[in-house]
C-alpha cells in the first residue's frame, strides 16, 4: 500500500458526479433516446425506398408509368442530409459538454497508463468518474448489485475483473462501473467535412453496386464480340424464334447431356461438329441475357466426351468449340443466341456459392432429373461413382523382381503368396460393393440429392457440388440464322 501511495504514476479515481453533471447526462441520455428513435425512423423508410426499388427492378417487363425518379433521387438527397444533421447534433452535444466542463475548470482525467490500449475508450462521464470499457460482448448486459443505496444512476462492481484481470500489467485499474439505463456513447471522431450533395452524383454508391447483376468471376474476364460481329445481330424483339419440333426435325440428334443434343446419325450434316445447345433459362439463370454474350450453366455430372464414342466428327473439330446455341425465349419458342466454345475447364462451386448463388427451384429441378426412373446409364453411373465409391486396394504387391528371374528368395515367393491372397479378398469386396452400390443408387430420391447439396464437403454420403460451365460467344452467323428462317418459312408454307 505504501508504495503505490508513493508511486508517481497518476491513478484512476472514483468521484460522485455534482448534480449539475448528473441532470446535464440524464439530459443526454434522453436525447441520444430521442435522436436514435428518428435515426430508425429514417432506416425503417430508407428500408422501404429500397424496398420498392427492389421491386420496380423486378417488375421491368413492364415498368410503372407514375415512377418519377428525380423525385425519387430528391428524396434520398433529404434523407441523407436529415442523417448528417443528427450526426452533427450528437457531436455538437458531446463536444459542448465537453467545452462546458472545461471552461468551468472540470475536465475530464485522462487515461490512466496502468489501462490496456483496448481499454481506453473514453466516455461521456466527467469529473473522475473513471468510468471502465467492457469489452464489446458485455455492452449489453446487466451489472451486480448497487454497492449504495444513491439514486440513479447505479454504482456496482465489475463482475469481469478477474476474468481480464490477466490482460492489466502495469498497475491497478478502478473496477468501479458506473450502469445507466442506456449505453453510454463513445465521443464521435472529429467532425468531417460537410458534404455536398450535388444532382449528377449516385446518393448511396453502395446500394447501386449491389445491384449490379452477379455473373462468374471468369465471365467477367471474356472480351465482347467485335463490334462488326455485333452489328449483325437483329433487335432481339424482332429476332425470329423457333419451335422445338423445327430445330428438332431440322438437325435432329439424341440428348447427350442436360441442354446439349448430338447428332448421331450417319452421312452429311448441317452442323460441322455435330452438336448444338436447347436451353431452358427458367432452370439455367446464368446463360447469357442476349444474343452475343456470354454466360454459364450448371451441372451435377458430365457425360464422356460424344467424339469417343462416335466416330464420324471431322478431322480437327470436337464437340465443345462452335457450337450454335438456342435459348428459349417464351413458351415453345427457341431464338439463336450465337456459336459458343468452353474456353476454360469447369470449376465446381463452393458450399457458399450454392447456397447463395444457387435457387432453390434449380436445386430441385436438377434433383429431380437425377432421381428420375428410368435414367440414363451414364447418370447412374456417376451417382453411384460419387455417394458410394469403389474401395481402394489396401493389400500387398509383390516384390520387386531380381535381376535372376530364374531364382526366388523365400521372402519373395512368401509375399507373393500374400498378393494372391490380397487380391482374392479385394475381389470378393467388390463383388459385395457392386451388389450393394447398385442397390443403394437405385434408391436414390429428389430428397437425398437435395440433402447433398447442403451437406459438409466432410459428410458420409459426401456433399454434392454443382460444376460451371463456361460459355463463352466466339460468333454470331448470320448465314445460319437466315437459313433457319428460310427452313421455318417453308415449313409453315407447306401447312
Given at each position: ?229 455485333r452489328t449483325k445481330i437483329p ?57 452475343g454474350e456470354h454466360g454459364a ?177 466466339v460468333d454470331w452467323k448470320l ?17
Amino acid at each position: 500500500m505504501n508504495n503505490l501511495q508513493g508511486s508517481s504514476t497518476p491513478h484512476q479515481v472514483s468521484a460522485p458526479l455534482s448534480p449539475y453533471l448528473e441532470a446535464r447526462v440524464l439530459n443526454l441520455e434522453e436525447a441520444h433516446g430521442d435522436l436514435r428513435g428518428e435515426v430508425d425512423t429514417l432506416r425503417d423508410l430508407y428500408h422501404s425506398l429500397c424496398n420498392s426499388f427492389g421491386k420496380d427492378q423486378t417488375a421491368r417487363a413492364s415498368p410503372p408509368q407514375d415512377l418519377n425518379l428525380d423525385k425519387s433521387r430528391q428524396s434520398a438527397m433529404q434523407f441523407k442530409q436529415e442523417l448528417e444533421r443528427l450526426s452533427r447534433e450528437v457531436r455538437g452535444s458531446v463536444n459542448g459538454d465537453a467545452d462546458e466542463q472545461k471552461a468551468s475548470g472540470r475536465n475530464t482525467p485522462k487515461t490512466n497508463g496502468s489501462v490496456p490500449p483496448h481499454m481506453r475508450a473514453a466516455s461521456i462521464t466527467s469529473h473522475g468518474s473513471g468510468q471502465k470499457s467492457l469489452p464489446p460482448h458485455l455492452r449489453g448486459g446487466k451489472q451486480s448489485s448497487a454497492v449504495n443505496g444513491n439514486a440513479a444512476p447505479k454504482l456496482s462492481v465489475d463482475a469481469t475483473k478477474h476474468q481480464y484481470e490477466p490482460l492489466i500489467t502495469d498497475g491497478p485499474v478502478d473496477t468501479i462501473v458506473r450502469q445507466t439505463t442506456v449505453p453510454a456513447a463513445a465521443p464521435s471522431p472529429p467532425l468531417s467535412p460537410t458534404t455536398t450533395v450535388q444532382g449528377d452524383v449516385p446518393v448511396v454508391e453502395a446500394e447501386a453496386l449491389s445491384l449490379k447483376e452477379w455473373k462468374p468471376c471468369y465471365l467477367t474476364t471474356l472480351e465482347s464480340l467485335p463490334a462488326d460481329v455485333r452489328t449483325k445481330i437483329p433487335a432481339q424483339q424482332n429476332m425470329a424464334t423457333f419451335t422445338f419440333d423445327m430445330l428438332q426435325n431440322t438437325f435432329g440428334g439424341i440428348a447427350w447431356s442436360p441442354g446439349l443434343r448430338y447428332i448421331n446419325s450417319p452421312g452429311a450434316c448441317l452442323l460441322k461438329n455435330r452438336t448444338y445447345y436447347m436451353l431452358d433459362p427458367m432452370h439455367e439463370p446464368y446463360l447469357p441475357k442476349s444474343p452475343g454474350e456470354h454466360g454459364a450453366k450448371l451441372t451435377a455430372f458430365f457425360n464422356k466426351a460424344p467424339e469417343e464414342k462416335f466416330d464420324n466428327l471431322p478431322e480437327g473439330t470436337n464437340s465443345y468449340t462452335d457450337v450454335p446455341m438456342f435459348v428459349q425465349v417464351s413458351q415453345g419458342r427457341y431464338a439463336y443466341f450465337g456459336n459458343y466454345s468452353q474456353t476454360r475447364w469447369s470449376d465446381k462451386l463452393d458450399n457458399d456459392t450454392m447456397r447463395a448463388r444457387v435457387p432453390q427451384h434449380v436445386k430441385e429441378h436438377i434433383a429431380k432429373d437425377l432421381a428420375a426412373t428410368p435414367r440414363e446409364d451414364w447418370v447412374t453411373r456417376e451417382l453411384k461413382k460419387h455417394f458410394f465409391p469403389k474401395p481402394e486396394y489396401e493389400g500387398a504387391i509383390l516384390a520387386p523382381t531380381s535381376d535372376d528371374t530364374t531364382t526366388h528368395t523365400v521372402d519373395e515367393e512368401k509375399q507373393n503368396r500374400q498378393v494372391a491372397s490380397d487380391i482374392k479378398d479385394y475381389i470378393q469386396e467388390l463383388a459385395e460393393w457392386e451388389r450393394e452400390a447398385n442397390m443403394k443408387t437405385a434408391m436414390i430420391k429428389t430428397d437425398f440429392v437435395l440433402n447433398a447439396f447442403d451437406a459438409a464437403d466432410a459428410d458420409d454420403p459426401p456433399a454434392l457440388r454443382l460444376w460451371w460451365e463456361y460459355l463463352e460467344c466466339v460468333d454470331w452467323k448470320l448465314d445460319f440464322y437466315n437459313m433457319l428462317v428460310g427452313f421455318q418459312a417453308r415449313a409453315n408454307n407447306t401447312k
